[in-house]
């Protein structure tokens, strides 16, 4: 059982769509990074969101956390096909990450 | 530029024999992670550096060993590889311990066990 569980596990939507992956668990973090990692490359982090309710934009992606700090979601506005790859949540648990499976986003030109 | 680097790319070794994966950065940070990601699954730590300090994962099998001789390089060592062992491992560094401090990761290597 994963601690931290996404989905959808996979998405694929032509370019110019929106589209929302979430990050749920029923435990609790003091923060939650998200990564984004290419075919052949390792994670490459995007944000760190560490209060309730926080909302962080990078471009056209929005990063949530839940104000219960047990769930987060990323929004990604008019996607491009720049956009895809394997997205990560990762929480901090006793100094450590924990990874999600990940979300595999596909965008079609 | 400063970086993660880790060699090499793919390594293909057979079963049962020994294979060793090198991670090197410049980043000059004080801890070195090793995980373990296989296909479709999250990336799982076996074990971390906070400088020579060497902290091992519960349930990271005793087949998996580290070796870091100094900052800049960390060695991944597997002892008697088996078909469960292919997998991507990824080497990541941080200035300190702790989740909220950026880790870089390096582009990893894929392992392939015949």
């Known amino acids: 059982t994963q601690l931290l569980e996404q989905s959808p596990q996979f998405l694929s939507i032509q370019e110019g769509e929106n589209l929302t992956v979430y990050c749920n668990s029923s435990s609790v973090f003091s923060s939650l990074q998200w990564y984004r990692q290419e075919p052949g490359e390792g994670p490459v982090l995007l944000v760190t969101v560490v209060t309730g309710g926080e909302v962080k934009k990078l471009k056209r992606l929005t990063f949530q956390f839940g104000d219960a700090r047990k769930d987060s979601s990323l929004h990604i506005t008019a996607a491009q096909p720049g956009d895809t790859g394997l997205y990560l949540c990762a929480g901090e648990r006793g100094n450590k990450l924990v990874f999600g499976a990940g979300t595999i986003l596909r965008v079609k030109s | 530029d400063a970086m993660v680097i880790q060699n090499p790319r793919y390594q293909v070794t057979q079963f049962g024999k020994p294979v060793t994966l090198s991670c090197s950065q410049t980043?000059?940070?004080?801890?070195m992670y090793w995980y373990q990601q296989k296909s479709s699954q999250a990336p799982k730590l076996l074990f971390h550096y906070y400088d020579k300090d060497f902290n091992n994962e519960a349930d990271t099998p005793d087949n998996f060993q580290s070796r870091r001789p100094n900052t800049s390089f960390c060695f991944l060592d597997i002892r008697s590889p088996g078909l469960g062992d292919a997998a991507m491992y990824l080497c990541?560094?941080?200035?300190?311990?702790?989740?909220?401090?950026?880790?870089?990761f390096g582009p990893g290597t894929r392992l392939t066990v015949l």
């Open positions: 980043l000059n940070h004080n801890v």
């Open positions: 990541a560094t941080s200035r300190v311990v702790g989740g909220t401090d950026t880790q870089y």
